[in-house]
């Protein structure tokens, strides 16, 4: 049974949700992929495998995107058709917690702002760990590119910006430590100034475009994370709606809704359609000599439901 917190409706409410049938997978139980050496997405692409969760009368999908280390909009992508807050007894919740890793150097933080999670690559290349993270809103939106860890912080104080309280002119212009500090108990300053990765004490915005740009963890998440990462760590911010990899010998796609289907999906349970820049000619570079291969029926499939779930895409594929 999923746990349950307090107050997990205060940012959510409102979803609605048209029927999609989910059929990429076979069987209750998702067969674990390893990866295969074929290709140049081969070594080390893919994080977990997906698993299936039947509801119980309590359970909403919020509270199981939490305790499977998911966003909520990455766990709804996934089962559009089910009320996010009574799925109801018996039902079948897919969670996806597979994930393709995106372009990008294994090294350090890597942050995919569109599939809205952090990759985390350790110094003795331990198992990559990934996790959900809340991003920023249009207005005030994450930076791409490279930067780096310059300061930890436990139990930080917010010095709240100008331009925030400009916002919010009822904010103060110091929070200390403590349940009303959004900085959570652990914070991580970038090279970027103004833009830092940390906790929050309202944990139902991780997986959602709520944020003014810095990027947010669930407690438990960061509080991990922070005591592995050094000064110095490397991060690097993308933003990928399409990532590829090979795994047991099939070319995996996973498409996610951009930040504009985002935003839809969350406020209205659909999203306008939109197509995916270079899929065709990534997807061809990516399968090489077995292009012709491609089932296109596939891709096109997956480009319009943006599950954000692997999808083989090769015509002997299951």
Excluded at 46 to 59: A, L, M, N, Q
Excluded at 154 to 160: D, G, L
Aim: charged content about 25%.
């Amino acid at each position: 049974m999923a746990p349950k917190f307090k107050n997990r409706r205060v940012f959510c409410g409102g979803l609605g949700a048209g029927f999609i049938a989910f059929t990429t997978f076979r069987g209750t139980v998702a067969r674990p992929w390893k990866v295969s050496e074929e290709g140049r997405f081969a070594k080390n692409n893919i994080v977990g495998t997906i698993r299936f969760h039947i509801s119980k009368k309590e359970d909403t999908l919020l509270d199981l995107a939490r305790f499977n280390k998911l966003g909520f909009v990455e766990i709804v992508a996934a089962n559009r058709g089910i009320d996010p807050w009574l799925p109801g007894p018996g039902k079948k919740i897919i969670l996806p917690t597979a994930h393709l890793l995106p372009d990008g150097p294994r090294k350090g933080l890597l942050l995919n702002l569109v599939d809205q999670r952090l990759y985390y690559f350790s110094e003795n290349n331990e198992k990559v760990k990934s996790f959900p993270i809340g991003t920023g809103q249009d207005a005030w939106g994450t930076p791409l590119g490279s930067t780096q860890v310059i300061r930890k912080k436990k139990n930080p104080i917010w010095f709240v910006p100008k331009s925030i309280r400009k916002e919010q002119p009822e904010l103060p212009k110091v929070i200390l430590p403590g349940p009303d500090n959004p900085l959570g108990q652990h914070a991580l300053y970038l090279g970027w100034e103004s833009y830092l990765i940390h906790g929050t004490n309202i944990p139902w915005g991780v997986g959602r475009r709520v944020s003014h740009g810095c990027i947010r963890m669930y407690p438990e998440d960061i509080s991990w994370l922070f005591s592995r990462v050094t000064l110095g760590t490397p991060v690097t911010v993308v933003s990928q709606e399409l990532k590829l990899g090979w795994v047991k010998n099939q070319l995996l796609i996973e498409i996610h809704p951009n930040p504009k289907q985002n935003e839809e999906l969350e406020h209205t349970g659909k999203f306008s359609s939109a197509k995916v820049p270079e899929m065709v000619y990534r997807i061809a570079q990516a399968a090489g000599g077995k292009v012709k291969k491609v089932d296109w029926k596939k891709v096109k499939k997956a480009e319009a439901e943006r599950t954000g779930l692997p999808v083989s895409v090769l015509t002997n594929g299951y």
